[in-house]
């Protein structure tokens, strides 16, 4: 399999339901498309993408900066976001530069024969520029197709694929629809340098007129600038933005679907800061009291006014960061952070109009802080669903969950009984993820564990506070752009004494371990001392998913779940009157070791978690995926070494290029 990205500023249209228009904007972007192509591959494939990079250079005085601040924004590289591959050489290294003005570069993957088929995806990863290529659209889904079917496990290594059972009594599968999740935050700047940004000047709204051309282009003011309202309301830059989350490059496109058929719907948050509480609502006649979820006048089929707060379409998770569930997770909302992603079976059992929203809420639950949108999350509208009544006359009496266990015993047709039984009950063991070397339905909880590492996440604000330093080998950030620099607390790394280091090309920064060894992170925020913050996160780390063991409440220093492993009641209740306290944490409780390679992160909880370096020598990056914080510093990296090589000695394989 290959694949050409040419990467270069492209001009492109953007709707605005707010401005009842569309916005021009002028991005960088692969192919010239807001969202770049969807790559199909399969096990054992050799993925070969050559990357070419069309924009030009920079001012000198642009870049480039001192590390961990965000520059040299035409610099560029690839991820692939989940795939279990080499980080080394023309693989999955996110150490080498491609230059502008011509830089080329040609990736190859050789994707194992044993790699799980999931939802991935692609984005840009330039250390600094990584927040400005991802929001500008550098970002596209990685589908591996699954074919192996659970007759066949004995010389597929164990490894039967979902897929493989997704198909209705005539072999007919089921719709397979990928959504890219994107929030591109587009500005207009009056002037050629992009130094201001135009804003309302009562209310710090972001504003475009409609002759202007929008673009991504300054890091403080499109990423982590907000304002303060007379009211003493802080509202950071997405919220100011006002723009909206697109689906594969579309705003609030009309999707089509019909009543009975089960979908599979692959959700990919390709979002840099913000989090997405999926819902699917009917919708209902008559105007909201929310007037962001009123449906627009294209997307009805009257001309009757239309509102998404109709009854909730369960959403049945069968898969988290493209790894199958050991068990269907059944959601009303889907909370979906930066890097995320998740494959849900979704049925309506009647026509009409539905909606997909990103859900109001409080900020406990979101990667924005408190401080920043105190008056929560509003809702908004991401899509909408024209359902038809399907012409040949498939029963849609039947309800959500008779739905996809009829689905799954058509599928499953041929199987041995107990298989057929343990997905009628919603038991996925025998096609769920398992780690390399093991045996279906197995996990990491028997292996003995090597080292006990930390990953806690801070951020030390910018200008530093009286009594602040910089961590050892840290420069002062230009302060125009960085409002933090990053860190990540590992206890087994230290520097001079400091256990909170931001990311560094210094050997004597990073952590060490062997081929073969198991580690068990903790995983967490806390303050580091003068002038630092806690706040919320996402952990990501390349190559290697990590399984979640448990998740502590730090105040009690218990575990959130119970002996059942399901969540203890005051994690997933709301109190009496419907408010939510700081315990009410729904997002964890159906993360009882599941596996997956991103997960959030937020204060007053721990998250314990296990990985195995079963293969791939080479440096794994280790950072928080609101990439922002990552372009500031707040990334590490794992170097995975060889059992039989001096854990003192660095290899220059993966450190090629012009960092």
Request: glycine residues 8%; contains cysteine.
């Given at each position: 399999?290959?694949?050409?990205?040419?990467?270069?500023?492209?001009?492109?249209?953007?709707?605005?339901?707010?401005?009842?228009?569309?916005?021009?904007?002028?991005?960088r972007?692969?192919?010239?498309?807001?969202?770049?192509p969807?790559?199909v591959?399969?096990?054992?494939?050799?993925?070969?993408?050559?990357?070419?990079?069309?924009?030009?250079s920079?001012p000198?005085?642009d870049?480039s900066k001192p590390?961990?601040?965000?520059?040299?924004?035409n610099?560029?590289?690839?991820?692939?976001?989940g795939?279990?591959?080499s980080?080394?050489?023309?693989?999955?290294?996110?150490?080498h530069?491609?230059l502008?003005?011509?830089g080329t570069?040609?990736?190859q993957?050789?994707?194992p024969?044993?790699?799980?088929?999931?939802t991935?995806?692609?984005?840009?990863?330039q250390?600094?520029?990584?927040?400005?290529g991802?929001?500008s659209g550098e970002?596209?889904?990685?589908?591996v197709?699954g074919?192996r079917?659970?007759?066949?496990?004995?010389?597929?290594?164990?490894v039967?694929d979902?897929?493989?059972?997704?198909?209705?009594?005539y072999?007919?599968?089921?719709?397979?629809?990928?959504?890219?999740f994107?929030?591109?935050?587009?500005?207009?700047?009056?002037d050629?340098?992009?130094?201001?940004?135009?804003?309302d000047?009562?209310?710090?709204?972001?504003?475009?007129?409609?002759?202007?051309?929008g673009g991504?282009e300054?890091f403080?003011?499109?990423f982590?600038?907000s304002?303060t309202?007379?009211d003493?309301?802080?509202?950071?830059?997405?919220?100011?933005?006002?723009?909206?989350?697109?689906?594969?490059?579309?705003t609030?496109?009309?999707?089509?679907?019909?009543?009975g058929?089960?979908?599979?719907?692959r959700?990919i948050?390709?979002?840099?800061?913000?989090?997405?509480?999926?819902?699917?609502?009917?919708?209902?006649?008559?105007?909201?009291?929310?007037?962001?979820?009123?449906?627009?006048?294209?997307a009805?089929?009257?001309?009757?006014?239309?509102?998404?707060?109709?009854?909730?379409?369960?959403?049945?998770?069968?898969?988290?960061?493209?790894?199958?569930?050991?068990?269907?997770?059944?959601?009303g909302?889907?909370?979906?952070?930066?890097?995320?992603?998740?494959?849900?079976?979704v049925?309506f059992?009647?026509?009409?109009l539905?909606?997909?929203?990103?859900?109001?809420?409080?900020?406990?639950?979101t990667?924005v802080p408190?401080?920043s949108?105190?008056?929560?999350?509003?809702?908004?509208?991401?899509?909408?669903v024209?359902?038809?009544?399907?012409?040949w006359?498939?029963?849609?009496?039947?309800?959500?969950?008779?739905?996809?266990?009829?689905?799954?015993l058509?599928?499953?047709?041929?199987l041995p009984?107990?298989?057929?039984?343990?997905?009628a009950?919603?038991?996925?063991?025998d096609?769920?993820?398992?780690?390399?070397?093991?045996?279906?339905?197995?996990?990491?909880?028997?292996?003995?564990v090597?080292?006990?590492?930390?990953?806690?996440f801070?951020?030390?604000t910018?200008?530093?506070?009286?009594?602040?330093?910089?961590?050892?080998?840290?420069?002062m950030?230009d302060?125009?752009?960085?409002?933090?620099?990053?860190?990540?607390?590992?206890?087994?790394?230290?520097?001079d004494?400091?256990t909170?280091?931001?990311?560094?090309m210094?050997?004597t920064?990073?952590?060490?371990?062997?081929l073969?060894?198991?580690?068990?992170?903790?995983?967490g925020?806390?303050t580091?001392?003068?002038?630092?913050?806690?706040?919320?996160h996402v952990?990501?780390?390349?190559?290697?998913?990590?399984?979640i063991?448990?998740?502590v409440?730090t105040?009690?220093?218990?575990?959130?779940?119970t002996?059942?492993?399901t969540?203890?009641?005051k994690?997933?209740?709301?109190?009496a009157?419907?408010t939510?306290?700081?315990?009410?944490?729904?997002?964890f409780c159906?993360?009882?070791?599941?596996?997956?390679?991103?997960?959030?992160?937020?204060?007053g909880?721990?998250?314990?978690?296990?990985?195995?370096?079963?293969?791939?020598p080479?440096?794994?990056?280790?950072?928080?995926?609101i990439?922002?914080?990552?372009?500031?510093g707040m990334m590490t990296?794992?170097?995975?070494?060889?059992?039989?090589?001096?854990?003192?000695?660095?290899s220059?394989?993966s450190m090629?290029?012009?960092?």
């Open positions: 399999m290959s694949a050409d990205l040419e990467l270069a500023y492209s001009r492109n249209r953007i709707w605005n339901p707010s401005e009842n228009r569309y916005d021009s904007v002028k991005l972007s692969y192919n010239g498309c807001l969202a770049a969807t790559i591959v399969s096990p054992g494939d050799e993925l070969r993408i050559d990357l070419h990079n069309d924009l030009p920079e000198d005085a870049c590390i961990n601040t965000p520059s040299c924004f610099r560029q590289n690839l991820h692939l976001h795939m279990h591959v980080p080394e050489g023309h693989a999955d290294n996110v150490m530069s491609i502008p003005d011509g570069w040609n990736y993957y050789a994707i024969d044993t790699h799980p088929a999931g991935f995806w692609y984005h840009a990863h250390h600094g520029a990584t927040s400005i991802v929001a970002e596209g889904a990685l589908i197709r074919q079917r659970y007759a066949d496990r004995a010389r597929n290594g164990g039967a979902i897929d493989t059972v997704l198909h209705d009594r072999g007919n599968p089921v719709t397979d629809r990928i959504m890219l994107e929030q591109i935050p587009y500005g207009c700047f009056s050629a340098d992009h130094k201001t940004l135009l804003q000047s009562n209310t710090g709204v972001w504003t475009c007129p409609a002759n202007a051309e991504v300054n403080r003011s499109q982590i600038s304002r309202d007379a003493g309301t802080q509202r950071d830059a997405w919220s100011l933005s006002q723009r909206y989350t697109l689906v594969n490059g579309q609030q496109p009309v999707l089509e679907a019909h009543t058929d089960v979908e599979r719907w959700m948050a390709g979002g840099v800061h913000d989090t997405l509480n999926v819902q699917i609502v009917q919708a209902r006649s008559g105007n909201g009291k929310t007037r962001n979820l009123n449906i627009p006048a294209y009805r089929n009257s001309g009757n006014a239309m509102t998404c707060d109709g009854a909730v379409v369960g959403q049945y998770e069968i898969a988290e960061d493209g790894l199958t569930r050991r068990d269907i997770s059944r959601k909302i889907n909370y979906l952070y930066p890097g995320q992603r998740s494959d849900v079976l049925s059992r009647k026509p009409g539905y909606c997909v929203i990103d859900q109001g809420g409080s900020t406990l639950n990667v408190y401080k949108r105190p008056q929560g999350k509003s809702p908004s509208i991401i899509a909408v024209s359902v038809k009544a399907e012409s006359g498939r029963e849609t009496s039947s309800d959500e969950d008779t739905r996809i266990r009829q689905l799954f058509e599928g499953s047709e041929g009984m107990f298989v057929r039984a343990r997905l009950r919603f038991d996925l063991t096609f769920a993820f398992f780690p390399p070397g093991g045996v279906p339905g197995s996990d990491l909880s028997s292996l003995t090597t080292h006990s590492p930390t990953a806690y801070a951020a030390l910018m200008p530093l506070a009286d009594g602040a330093s910089l961590p050892p080998g840290q420069p950030p302060t125009s752009i960085n409002g933090m620099i990053g860190l990540v607390q590992n206890t087994l790394v230290s520097v004494g400091v909170a280091l931001p990311f560094s210094d050997p920064h990073i952590y060490k371990v062997r073969g060894d198991v580690d068990e992170w903790r995983i925020t806390r580091m001392g003068t002038g630092t913050t806690a706040g919320q952990f990501h780390i390349h190559v290697n998913p990590v399984e063991m448990d998740i409440d105040s009690t220093g218990e575990s959130i779940f002996d059942d492993h969540c203890k009641l994690y997933r209740l709301k109190d009157d419907g939510e306290n700081s315990s009410y944490s729904p997002e159906d993360q009882y070791h599941v596996f997956r390679d991103s997960l959030f992160v937020k204060p909880f721990e998250t314990v978690v296990r990985t195995q370096y079963a293969d791939f080479g440096d794994a990056m280790l950072h928080c995926h990439l922002d914080h990552e372009d500031q990296y794992v170097s995975v070494r060889k059992a039989e090589d001096d854990m003192d000695a660095m220059d394989a090629s290029g012009t960092m």
